[in-house]
C-alpha cells in the first residue's frame, strides 16, 4: 500500500457534509413525534382517583337516591370539570351500593321507579330498558349487562366514589 493519504474531492466533502447535516434534520424532526408515543407512557396515571360527593353515609338510605358531583379533568392545558352522576343506596346488609346511570343497552340514563308499569326496578325510557334494584338487567329488555358499580371508599363519615367497574352480564 502507499503511504499517501486519500485526498477527500470537493464533491464528496459536500456529500458527506449535506447528509451528516440531512441526518441530523430528520433525527430533530423525529424527536416530537416519538416525545408525545412516549410520555403518556410515562406519567402517572390519574385513574382510580376517589372523589368526595359530597354525601354523608349517614343520609343514606335503603332507597336508590342519585347524586351529581364534579370531577377535575386536565387534556392537555384545558381544565374542566365534568359532571358524574351515581344512583346510591344501601342493601339489605347496610353495604353501600353505587350504581352508574348510563344504560348498558344504548348510554341512556336511567332513572329509578321511572315507569309506573314497574315499580322497584331502575328503568330506561330509551327502548323500555330494565334492571332490577341491585342493578342486575331483566331478562327479555335491551340490557344485555348489569349497570357498572362504582369504586368506593369511606372516609370520615364521607362517601367517595371513583372509575366505574363492569359487570359480567345475565
Not at 83 to 97: E, L, Q
Not at 119 to 143: A, I, S
Request: with cysteine.
Amino acid at each position: 500500500m502507499s503511504d499517501k493519504k486519500q485526498q477527500v474531492s470537493r464533491r464528496q466533502f459536500l456529500n458527506y457534509t449535506l447528509t451528516g447535516v440531512g441526518g441530523f434534520m430528520a433525527a430533530g424532526l423525529l424527536v416530537s413525534p416519538l416525545r408525545m408515543a412516549i410520555d403518556p407512557v410515562l406519567k402517572d396515571s390519574a385513574s382510580g382517583e376517589l372523589v368526595n360527593v359530597g354525601i354523608s353515609v349517614d343520609d343514606i338510605t335503603d332507597v336508590p337516591t342519585r347524586i351529581d358531583w364534579t370531577v377535575e379533568q386536565v387534556d392537555g392545558w384545558y381544565k374542566s370539570e365534568p359532571s358524574r352522576s351515581a344512583w346510591v343506596y344501601k342493601d339489605g346488609n347496610g353495604d353501600i351500593v353505587a350504581l352508574s346511570p348510563i344504560c348498558t343497552h344504548l348510554g341512556c340514563v336511567v332513572s329509578w321507579e321511572g315507569s309506573d308499569a314497574h315499580p322497584d326496578h331502575f328503568y330506561c325510557p330509551c327502548h323500555d330498558g330494565l334492571y332490577t334494584k341491585d342493578g342486575v338487567n331483566v331478562p327479555g329488555t335491551p340490557p344485555l349487562a348489569p349497570l357498572p358499580t362504582f369504586e368506593q371508599e369511606i372516609r370520615d363519615g364521607m362517601l367517595f366514589l371513583g372509575n366505574t367497574i363492569d359487570r359480567e352480564g345475565a
